[in-house]
């Protein structure tokens, strides 16, 4: 299976001067883990995830004052729609991280997260046990 069957299409896109408030206000209602952070003054490109604003939080840091630009990790590994899931997985193993901005070119297309990976792994791997059981 490949990343374009797994990913989300409907990509988050934020700026980088949302507050991390605004920034999971958006992620939650729709219930994504990760945001894109396009910076149109830089044309640069990142991604603010869950984990992003938990650590902010428990600095103690007050999110309505901290935006998405100081907190958006800008080194990030893209995917190919074309990758399989196998290397989408290990991409995200070898970097210790949860998910994956994949483009098409120059533009974000999607996002893939480990979730996203199991959930379509999981049916697979109850087939195959089922198998085994009964042969």
Known sequence: MLVRDAMSSMVLTIGPAH?????????????????VVLDPDTCGLGILTERDILISLGLGQDPDQ????TH???????ACPSWTLE?????MSHGGFRH???MDGNEPTGIV??????????????AAATATMAG
């Open 113 to 126: 997260s480990v979730r996203d990976i199991i959930r379509c792994w999981a049916p697979d791997r109850r």
């Open 87 to 91: 290397d989408a997985a290990d991409a």
């Open 72 to 78: 958006t990790t800008t080194e990030i590994v893209f």
């Open 66 to 69: 901290e935006v998405a630009g």
């Open 19 to 35: 507050t991390l408030r605004q920034a999971a206000h958006l992620m939650a209602a729709r219930r994504v883990g990760a945001a």
């Open 100 to 102: 994956l901005v994949v």
